[in-house]
């Protein structure tokens, strides 16, 4: 599976983005897919992730209420709504897939995009 993340940029404090991950393969509904993000200097955290249904999803607090994570098995693609957001959530974001149920940590996920980089000005 190749992953391709687009849809970063920059934004204010308060508004929104929609990050994208579109997926190459013909399994994609096979995976479950995460969001993880890194700030400069510090270590590649969990955002999202959801199930290879859709059914499913999980967020830490940090973003809970603010950011959804859905899924398009048609179109192959993974996507990131990002609303409230905060300078605190300026980071590179990843995406990343792995067969079977999804995880909060990096340790498992196969397949990782090249990353997005969002910026939210204060």
């Known amino acids: 599976v190749q992953l391709q993340a687009s849809g970063g940029g920059l934004a204010q404090a308060g508004g929104s983005l929609r990050l994208s991950c579109a997926a190459s393969g013909r399994t994609f509904s096979r995976y479950a897919l995460g969001w993880f993000r890194q700030a400069p200097g510090k270590e590649r955290e969990f955002v999202a992730a959801?199930?290879?249904?859709?059914?499913?999803?999980i967020q830490p607090d940090s973003v809970k209420g603010r950011f959804t994570i859905s899924r398009d098995n048609a179109k192959n693609t993974v996507y990131l709504q990002m609303n409230s957001l905060k300078a605190e959530d300026t980071a590179v974001y990843f995406c990343a897939a792995r067969e079977g149920y999804f995880l909060t940590t990096t340790v498992g996920y196969d397949y990782w995009g090249q990353g997005t980089q969002v910026t939210v000005s204060s």
């Open positions: 959801i199930s290879w249904t859709g059914g499913s999803t």
